[in-house]
């Protein structure tokens, strides 16, 4: 690839090739992000909303009938969220940890 053709990609001057693209996807770069705005996601991957009411699902299932004040709730919750996005994560696991630290 010449120095000149990346400027012009960048510069909105010309569009990339397929061959281009398939080169920097293979390098680890998210062509439709490149291409969108939109990161790819994996098919396995749940949503953002259907990771946020596992989440709180969890942290409530974790809880039972202990009550924590809407801060720490609120910890709980985005601690939860973000191991669920973990492919090793699971919702046992998840709730484990929440009755262990609750």
Do not use: C
């Not at 053709?5 to 996807?25: H, K, M, S, V």
């Not at 705005?37 to 009938?65: F, K, N, Y």
């Amino acid at each position: 690839m010449q120095r000149r053709a990346q400027i012009r990609y960048e510069q909105g001057e010309r569009d990339p090739d397929a061959g281009y693209l398939a080169a920097i996807a293979a390098a680890g770069a998210d062509v439709t992000y490149i291409l969108t705005g939109r990161r790819e996601r994996p098919a396995s991957e749940l949503t953002d909303r259907a990771r946020l009411q596992a989440a709180i699902e969890v942290i409530e299932e974790g809880l039972g009938d202990k009550l924590l004040p809407p801060d720490k709730k609120a910890e709980a919750i985005l601690v939860a969220y973000e191991l669920l996005a973990e492919p090793a994560a699971t919702r046992a696991k998840v709730i484990e940890l929440i009755r262990r630290v609750a």
